[in-house]
């Protein structure tokens, strides 16, 4: 994605926003909708439907009830059509004043020169939700939000999101060996990338309904991807088997507001979308972990089979991971970040493991 004009454009719309303020008494609000009238804040989001990633959808909701109604937030669904570079495209709308919000993976921003952000999506690092929500807690969120800048987006939240498990068709991923030559579905994302091939296999951006079409047609023979989407967006029957104790890594949902826009906010309605954004960040991992043992039960129901790698499977994959870590770390502020992730890991229980229903675990 090329930002390169993006400090331009931000100067023109800065300029047209100070030209709105000048003829507010007009008619128009400071917020740039019609006096007395709700301002309308339009949303790039990338699946069918926030419900899709709940803590997104938990944003949207106290937004309105924090305004009462006078800010409403308009969002455009599938942001890209599921393109490749859907969630790149996404950040670069935004930035330009295109849409006045959005939200993307923490995955992503790696591909667009916010490097710091891939330490949440580091290989095996943060596997709990007990540490996920430990991050949150911590000051990494807002450091991380401080990169932002760098693409010309201002940083509103961090919120906790799925954990992805390996998830196959023919056998359950395990140790390294059972990666080797399949092709993998996943995001755009640098660092899941990286960590795909270190496992000898081919990764392929694909998700949404390009998902499922890969599966059908054979291009991808796995993909990483958590419990409580699967089932309602890929059918179980044509990728069974799941790896219960490994986890990949998190989703993180990034949201982000055009500078500008943001700007043109009278000082309480940017204090509505801040607290939205931080009561919805606080909540967004208990929102989604209490989803996870239904969500097992009713992908059991529908035909998935739940595996469990040994202790030696897991070692094996943490030690194929180590070039992974090298290049992430030649980074130093990526590799603070790490650091202070590994320092929280080791004080934070694990939780619990996921149950398996009786019959829904894979033959080994």
Same mark, same amino acid.
């Given at each position: 994605?090329?930002?390169?004009?993006?400090?331009?454009?931000?100067?023109?719309?800065? $300029?047209?926003?100070?030209?709105?303020?000048?003829? $507010?008494?007009?008619?128009?609000?400071?917020?740039?909708?019609?006096?007395?009238?709700?301002?309308?804040?339009?949303?790039?989001?990338?699946?069918?439907?926030?419900?899709?990633?709940?803590?997104?959808?938990?944003?949207?909701?106290?937004?309105?009830?924090?305004?009462?109604?006078?800010?409403?937030?308009?969002?455009?669904?599938?942001?890209?059509?599921?393109?490749?570079?859907?969630?790149?495209?996404?950040?670069?709308?935004?930035?330009?004043?295109?849409?006045?919000?959005?939200?993307?993976?923490?995955?992503?921003?790696?591909?667009?020169?916010?490097?710091?952000?891939?330490?949440?999506?580091?290989?095996?690092?943060?596997?709990?939700?007990?540490?996920?929500?430990?991050?949150?807690?911590?000051?990494?969120?807002?450091?991380? #939000?401080?990169?932002?800048?760098?693409?010309?987006?201002?940083?509103?939240?961090?919120?906790?999101?799925?954990?992805?498990?390996?998830?196959?068709?023919?056998?359950?991923?395990?140790?390294?060996?059972?990666?080797?030559?399949?092709?993998?579905?996943?995001?755009?994302?640098?660092?899941?990338?990286?960590?795909?091939?270190?496992?000898?296999?081919?990764?392929?951006?694909?998700?949404?309904?390009?998902?499922?079409?890969?599966?059908?047609?054979?291009?991808?023979?796995?993909?990483?991807?958590?419990?409580?989407?699967?089932?309602?967006?890929?059918?179980?029957?044509?990728?069974?088997?799941?790896?219960?104790?490994?986890?990949?890594?998190?989703?993180?949902?990034?949201?982000?507001?055009?500078?500008?826009?943001?700007?043109?906010?009278?000082?309480?309605?940017?204090?509505?979308?801040?607290?939205?954004?931080?009561?919805?960040?606080?909540? +967004?991992?208990? #929102?989604?972990?209490?989803?996870?043992?239904? +969500?097992?039960?009713?992908?059991?129901?529908?035909? $998935?089979?739940?595996?469990?790698?040994?202790?030696?499977?897991?070692?094996?994959?943490?030690?194929?991971?180590?070039?992974?870590?090298? +290049?992430?770390?030649?980074?130093?502020?990526?590799?603070?970040?790490?650091?202070?992730?590994?320092?929280?890991?080791?004080?934070?229980?694990?939780?619990?493991?996921?149950?398996?229903?009786?019959?829904?675990?894979?033959?080994?």
């Amino acid at each position: 994605m090329k930002l390169t004009r993006a400090g331009a454009l931000l100067a023109l719309i800065l $300029a047209a926003v100070a030209a709105a303020g000048c003829s $507010a008494a007009a008619g128009g609000d400071k917020a740039g909708g019609p006096a007395g009238g709700p301002v309308v804040l339009r949303m790039a989001s990338i699946p069918w439907n926030p419900s899709d990633a709940p803590p997104v959808a938990d944003f949207i909701r106290r937004v309105s009830a924090l305004s009462r109604g006078s800010i409403q937030i308009k969002v455009i669904n599938q942001w890209g059509l599921y393109a490749p570079g859907a969630e790149a495209r996404a950040v670069h709308a935004v930035a330009v004043g295109q849409v006045d919000l959005g939200w993307a993976g923490s995955r992503v921003f790696d591909t667009i020169g916010v490097p710091g952000l891939a330490a949440l999506s580091a290989p095996m690092l943060i596997d709990s939700y007990p540490l996920e929500n430990a991050v949150l807690k911590s000051s990494l969120p807002a450091r991380m #939000l401080a990169q932002l800048s760098r693409v010309h987006v201002a940083g509103l939240a961090v919120l906790g999101d799925t954990l992805r498990h390996p998830i196959a068709v023919r056998r359950p991923l395990l140790a390294p060996v059972d990666w080797r030559g399949l092709s993998i579905g996943t995001y755009r994302s640098g660092v899941q990338e990286q960590a795909i091939r270190a496992l000898g296999a081919t990764p392929v951006v694909a998700f949404g309904p390009n998902r499922t079409h890969d599966l059908a047609t054979g291009r991808i023979q796995g993909f990483e991807f958590d419990v409580q989407r699967y089932g309602h967006d890929v059918p179980a029957s044509s990728a069974r088997y799941v790896t219960a104790n490994a986890v990949l890594w998190p989703q993180f949902d990034v949201l982000f507001a055009n500078p500008a826009r943001l700007a043109s906010l009278t000082a309480q309605q940017r204090g509505w979308l801040r607290q939205a954004s931080q009561q919805a960040a606080a909540d +967004s991992v208990s #929102l989604v972990a209490g989803q996870n043992g239904p +969500s097992i039960r009713q992908a059991c129901a529908l035909g $998935a089979r739940f595996a469990t790698a040994t202790s030696a499977d897991l070692t094996a994959l943490r030690t194929a991971f180590i070039p992974v870590y090298r +290049s992430l770390e030649a980074d130093p502020q990526t590799s603070a970040f790490i650091a202070q992730i590994q320092q929280l890991k080791k004080a934070t229980p694990p939780g619990l493991a996921p149950a398996i229903p009786a019959g829904c675990a894979a033959r080994q």
